[in-house]
């Protein structure tokens, strides 16, 4: 399976699984249906470098994040000018002041 097999099988999961799935979420399942080798062709379509010896389940993991990543640089800041809305509140600390 090359890097069309690949993105042919996005596609076939894609029309199999129902209409409301992103992209992403096609993506990441079909990651466990691929071998190490095709793993490591997606590796290299994504991090642009060679692939390091890792086990199938570490890759996919990594692959998994990689993938995530993206979509997570590709999507627009939140409203509140962050981005990371989980970050509302202030560090925890007291005031600090300078001695003179």
Known sequence: MDRCDVESA???R???TS???SP??????VLPTL?????R???RRLFRAEPPRLTRDIMMR???YRLQEIAKAACPRSPNGGSRPWRTRKP??????SRT
């Open 35 to 39: 071998g190490l080798v095709h793993l």
């Open 14 to 16: 894609t029309t199999a």
């Open 92 to 97: 925890m600390g007291g005031s600090r002041r």
């Open 10 to 12: 996005v596609r076939a």
């Open 19 to 21: 209409k409301d799935n």
């Open 62 to 64: 990594a692959i998994a």
């Open 41 to 43: 062709l997606e590796w």
């Open 24 to 29: 992403l979420a096609d993506r990441l399942a």
